[in-house]
């Protein structure tokens, strides 16, 4: 199983979504950004680490959501999810294909990691706004 964390970016009431390369495992879908935990790093430090070598951003963790396991052909990961909000920086993309700041109406019409659907039930269900992660 492995241990993966990932972000649900807040920013004006838009949510950070990207796209997996086309080199990636689950080419051309789409995600909440992170990724795995190494060797004796909490989960938030993994997620403020991968969020900042991935994308060039600055987070704050306002909440942590229920973690999500997954059963791929091929693996198996144990899905992470936190809510945060953007703090600074400007989108270096160093491995994926795309990135969108979408409304929560507008996410629901993506081609997802299959992963990551259960997290965005979740996060819709919760009635999250900018505000309450202020």
């Known amino acids: 199983m492995i241990e993966v964390t990932c972000a649900i970016i807040l920013k004006e009431n838009k949510i ?10 689950l080419p051309l ?11 004796n790093e909490t989960e938030e430090n ?9 994308l060039n951003l600055e987070i704050e963790i306002i909440e942590k959501l229920e973690s999500k396991s997954f059963d791929y052909e091929t693996f198996s990961i144990n899905l992470i999810p936190f809510v945060a909000k953007y703090l600074k920086g400007e989108i270096v993309l160093s491995e994926h294909k795309d ?14 990691a299959a992963a990551d659907i259960p997290v965005l039930d979740e996060y819709l269900k919760l009635n999250y706004d900018e505000s309450r992660a202020l």
């Open 29 to 39: 879908k789409w995600e909440f950004p992170g990724g795995k935990i190494e060797k």
């Open 99 to 112: 990135f969108k700041w979408l409304t929560k109406e507008e996410l629901k019409f993506l081609d997802w």
């Open 46 to 54: 993994c997620l403020l680490r991968e969020i900042k070598e991935e």
């Open 16 to 25: 950070l979504v990207t796209q997996r390369s086309e080199k990636m495992k």
